[in-house]
Nanobody, 126 residues
Framework: QLQLVESGGGLVQPGGSLRLSCTAS????????IGWFRQAPGKEREGVSC????????MYADSVKGRFTISRDNAKNTVYLQINSLKPEDTAVYYC???????????????????WGQGTQVTVSS
C-alpha cells in the first residue's frame, strides 16, 4: 500500500528550527521527486519545496529560500525539510507529496503530485 507519512511538527518559538520528515512506503522512492507543501488556516495550499529522486536537484518557493532546506535519504525512504528562523507566518499544516510519474521536479503546483500524506502541524508562536 502506497503511503506517505509526515512527522516532526510541533509548537516552536519564533526564530526556532524544526526538521520535518516524510517517510514513504509502497513504492520505490528513488524513482520519484517528492514535494513539500503547506496550508495555513484560511489559505490555499502552497508548494514550498521539491527534491528530485536522486536528490541532485531541488526547487524552492521564493518565500522560503534561504530558510528551508530539503534533503532525502533514499536508503531510509525519507525526505526531510529543515526549517530555520521560523516565523509566525510559517504556521501551517505541512504535507509531503509524490511527484506524478517523474523523478524530477516539474513544478510546485499541486497538479504535478499524485499521492499525499496526512500532514503535520507546525505552529510558530511565543
Amino acid at each position: 500500500q502506497l503511503q506517505l507519512v509526515e512527522s516532526g511538527g510541533g509548537l516552536v518559538q519564533p526564530g526556532g528550527s524544526l526538521r520535518l520528515s516524510c517517510t514513504a512506503s509502497g513504492f520505490t522512492m528513488d524513482y520519484y521527486a517528492i514535494g513539500w507543501f503547506r496550508q495555513a488556516p484560511g489559505k490555499e495550499r502552497e508548494g514550498v519545496s521539491c527534491i528530485s529522486g536522486s536528490g541532485g536537484s531541488t526547487m524552492y518557493a521564493d518565500s522560503v529560500k534561504g530558510r528551508f532546506t530539503i534533503s532525502r535519504d533514499n536508503a531510509k525512504n525519507t525526505v526531510y525539510l529543515q526549517i530555520n528562523s521560523l516565523k509566525p507566518e510559517d504556521t501551517a499544516v505541512y504535507y509531503c507529496a509524490r511527484a506524478f510519474g517523474a523523478p524530477w521536479c516539474r513544478s510546485l503546483g499541486q497538479s504535478s503530485y499524485d499521492y499525499w500524506g496526512q500532514g503535520t502541524q507546525v505552529t510558530v508562536s511565543s
